[in-house]
């Protein structure tokens, strides 16, 4: 297991990585520790998950998995989910890393996993595109993602975020992005979403999110 160092690849945020991983178990007990297992749920096989965080679906990936490849940028972020990996009940590799150029072999792995990351990437459909390289023809992309809203007066509020001072304050996030789209210009077929508002109190920009499954042709 790689340790928590700095490498050429790495994305530091300090102060967001330390505020995202103080507020992670919150976000879990408001509902988003429900759609972390509706998202793992069938996954099995060997796992690249992109854009990890501090790990906090680690404990959520089922028997079915024999290995998780988990890559994270943030130093900060990555030290933690190497300790979150050590109780993970399935094996777990974190690593550093970008999405536009993951450390496997071609058609490596039967799963990718894309958890509130395209949001935060500077090219998300190149990241998309290097899962299409390693995941395994017929393997299978699940996510979970903010979305653009359907409403136009929230779709302008997200705009609005989005060009201001939402990124600067959350770690580079945008609320408007459209992954469903992004997931197929990446080359990667889309074969379920369900869109749903996360969490349940007040909406505000970031409310807006999609869950689905993809397929690599």
Request: net charge neutral.
């Amino acid at each position: 297991m790689m340790m928590g160092s700095r490498t050429a690849g790495d994305r530091p945020r300090p102060l967001f990585a330390r505020y995202y991983a103080a507020m992670t178990a919150r976000m879990d007990d408001e509902g988003l520790a429900a759609l972390r297992d509706e998202l793992l749920t069938g996954v099995g096989g060997p796992v690249v998950e992109v854009g990890c965080g501090n790990g906090m679906n680690f404990s959520r990936y089922p028997s079915t998995v024999t290995k998780v490849r988990a890559v994270e940028p943030e130093p900060h972020l990555r030290k933690l989910a190497q300790t979150a990996a050590a109780h993970a009940p399935v094996p777990v590799d974190v690593t550093p890393g970008i999405g536009q150029a993951l450390p496997l072999p071609d058609d490596s792995v039967d799963t990718g996993v894309l958890c509130l990351v395209l949001c935060s990437m500077p090219d998300p459909r190149a990241t998309v595109a290097e899962l299409a390289r390693v995941i395994r023809p017929g393997g299978a992309l699940v996510f979970l993602e903010h979305c653009a809203a359907h409403s136009p007066g929230l779709r302008l509020a997200q705009r609005i975020a989005d060009a201001t001072l939402w990124p600067l304050l959350t770690g580079g996030c945008h609320t408007s992005r459209d992954p469903q789209t992004t997931i197929r210009d990446g080359g990667v077929t889309v074969d379920t979403v369900r869109h749903l508002r996360y969490p349940e109190r007040p909406t505000v920009p970031a409310s807006p999110h999609v869950l689905g499954h993809a397929s690599r042709p």
